[in-house]
Structure formats: C-alpha cells, structure tokens
C-alpha cells in the first residue's frame, strides 16, 4: 500500500503539468479546427508525461530520488510507471 | 548471522581511487561512527552500501542476502543523503504515512515538534525543519540498517541532543551508521568508530588514535 502511495506521490509532480499542457494544445487545436478532439490531449498526454518526468526529477530534483529509493523504488521502477500510468490516462482519453 | 557485512569496496572517480580497501560491520543494535576528512569517500561509501552508486567491486551482504544494487536493500537499509530529499509537493503528514509503519507514523505526529509542520508542504519548511523531519523518518523507517550522511548539518543545537537519544532508543533493533564532520556529536553517539583514511577503513578503539592518523589535532574531547 506504501509502495502505490510513493508511486502516487511522484507521479502527482508530473500528472498536473503534463495535463495542464496537453489541455492547452487541445484548446487550440479546437480554435484552429472547430472540433473538440479528446485524442489530441491523449496523445498530448503520453508524450509530455516522459518529458517531465526528466525535467522536474532527472534535470531539476535528482535528490529527490533517495525519497522514493527508500520507499523501495528504484530508477527504472519510477520511469516504468511513469510511461504505463501515462499511457492508461491516454488511453482512457482515446476512448472517450 | 545477523549483521550488515561490508568488505572489498573499491570505487575511483576517473584517475582518483577513492576506496581501496573497505571492511566493516554492523550488527543491530550498535551505531558506527564513519568519520574521514572531506574528500575521504563517506558519502561515497554509503551510497555504495545502500546499492545507489555503483562500485568497482564490492561484497555487501545484509544477513544472508547479498546486495548487489539498490532494489536488494529495498526495506533492509534506508539511507539519509547530505541533501534534502523530501518532495516538495506534498504535505509532511502524508510523508509520515508513506515513510513509516501506522505505529511509528502516530508515534511521529504526536512529536510537539512536528505538530505545527504536518499540514504544511514540504517545500514550505525552512532547510533546517525539512533536515530534523527527514532524520526522523529514517530513524523511524522499518529498515534493519540505517544509514545517515551529515545528521547534524543545519539542525538547531536544541534537537541535536534529541536526534541523539532517538537514535540511541532506535538502535536497540536497528543498526546504524552515521557521518558527520561534527566528530563530537559521532564519538558521543557511537558504540564503534571507523575512520576512512587513505581509502580504507581503520577501526579507533582509542579516541587518541584520531590524531594519531591527522585526523584531528590536539587532544580529542568529548
């Protein structure tokens, strides 16, 4: 139980800006097409998450890692969340 | 038999051989003293024990689980890096659930000294407060072994005292390794002093023998 709440508090860093960013691309694809097209925040979505995932923790935080090493989670462990919690929140989004 | 049992440590960086020839151990129950003059490979060492950093050859074995990188020490040793770790995004009470087991976690939130930090975000504590809520939740973790660089760097003199008896109350089932350039505070906590010295480690059993090595000068006190 410990283990989803570390993997919940890292990737909660990523999760509102990847989104907050994926929402504006959406936003402006409706002004240029006139449609609302929830693939485009989706596929937004499972791109910027990686992207921050490096910028907040592996350029601006690297400390922060021991936090979630000694929770159990090892490097590979957080960007193998990272990308499979991204792409269900895509994926979900493709779907709707 | 139960112990952390550390032996054939050799790691350089580039051209500069830092560790050549590293033994100790630690049993539960004893707090080791790791001291050395900067640059000695502290850090380096424990970072080396916790599976972070890579060795050039290392034999680490927890018990009878040997150690070869950080998801083998997963919930037998937790380590404290010189710098604040704490994500900041998130409110210190939740950090307590994470970090620590539900008796240990209510043990943690009743601490007057914590009490006026639980709801506040981590990045909203000054260096010294995140540095004494840190501390606490590694001396509070579930792990066997502990590991702490720099315990005592940025914490007000008033909880220096305490993180010293919390350590020595939580050494009973745990054994731990500590560092610290504030040689005083480590020869008053520990039960065993190790000095890093030329790459390998010496075990002090005479206070004295830290200036015989240059250590320190003078007469050591404390």
Redesign the interface.
């Known amino acids: 139980m410990r283990l989803i709440l570390g993997i919940w508090l890292f990737y909660k860093k990523i999760f509102v800006p990847a989104m907050a960013v994926a929402v504006i691309l959406t936003l402006l694809d409706l002004l240029l097409t006139r449609t609302l097209s929830l693939y485009i925040t989706g596929f937004s979505f499972i791109m910027l998450a990686p992207v921050f995932h490096f910028i907040l923790y592996e350029f601006r935080n690297p400390g922060q890692y021991y936090f979630y090493y000694n929770l159990g989670l090892n490097k590979l462990s957080l960007w193998a969340s990272t990308i499979v919690i991204s792409f269900i929140i895509g994926i979900i989004l493709f779907a709707i | 038999m139960n112990r952390l049992y550390v032996d054939s440590v050799m790691k350089a960086f580039d051209t500069k051989q830092v560790l050549t020839d590293v033994y100790l151990t630690c049993e539960p129950g004893e707090i080791v003293g790791l001291l050395g003059r900067n640059g000695s490979g502290k850090s380096t060492l424990l970072k080396i024990i916790?599976g972070?950093l890579k060795a050039d050859q290392k034999y680490i074995k927890v018990d009878n689980t040997q150690i070869f990188?950080?998801?083998d020490s997963?919930?037998l040793i937790?380590?404290l890096?010189q710098?604040?770790?704490?994500?900041?995004?998130?409110r210190i009470k939740?950090?307590i659930?994470?970090?620590c087991n539900r008796e240990n976690a209510v043990i943690l939130k009743k601490l007057s000294q914590l009490k006026p930090l639980l709801n506040r975000k981590a990045r909203n504590l000054s260096s010294g407060e995140k540095r004494f809520v840190e501390i606490l939740l590694?001396i509070h973790?579930d792990?066997k072994y502990i590991l702490i660089d720099e315990p005592f760097n940025g914490v007000a003199p008033l909880y220096i005292d305490y993180i010293k008896q919390l350590i020595r109350e939580q050494a009973v089932n745990k054994g731990f390794i500590i560092t610290d350039h504030d040689y005083r505070n480590i020869l008053d906590v520990a039960s065993k002093i190790i000095l890093l010295h030329d790459g390998g480690t010496r075990e002090i059993t005479d206070r004295e023998e830290l200036v015989q090595w240059g250590y320190v000068s003078g007469t050591v006190d404390g």
């Open positions: 916790f972070s990188r950080l998801y997963s919930k937790t380590y890096p710098d604040n770790f704490l994500p900041g995004h998130v939740t950090i659930s994470a970090y590694i973790s792990a």
